[in-house]
Nanobody, 120 residues
């Protein structure tokens, strides 16, 4: 199982960026997908999660500004980031709770990070 994230880059404060993540491999089901971020000197934090049923959960710091969604294949997850702030600068990681075809329990998988830099 692999996760491939893309879409990071540089944005000005107040601007927008959209992150994408694709889950691939031998998958039986995906329980949930989400985005996390880690700023320099800080621990990794959950930003947004979406379940297989479409329920979403957001960190308070991004509520009303970020939107998580997934496509019809249920193997792509997106993070639309609007009204960006300099404090949103971090490496963003996608993650998924996946049941691989070879096993019957869900495991957590992580993608490589993508850097988001917001200038003031």
């Amino acid at each position: 199982v692999q996760l491939q994230a893309s879409g990071g880059g540089l944005a000005q404060a107040g601007g927008s960026l959209r992150l994408s993540c694709t889950v691939s491999g031998s998958i039986s089901s995906i329980k949930s997908m989400g985005w996390y971020r880690q700023a320099p000197g800080k621990p990794r934090e959950m930003i947004a999660v979406i379940t297989s049923g479409g329920n979403t959960n957001y960190a308070d710091s991004v509520k009303g500004r970020f939107t998580i969604s997934k496509d019809g294949t249920q193997k792509m997850v997106f993070l639309q980031m609007d009204r960006l702030k300099p404090e949103d600068t971090a490496v963003y990681y996608c993650a998924a709770s996946v049941v691989p075809t070879a096993v019957s329990v869900a495991r957590d998988y992580w993608g490589q990070g993508t850097l988001v830099t917001v200038s003031s």
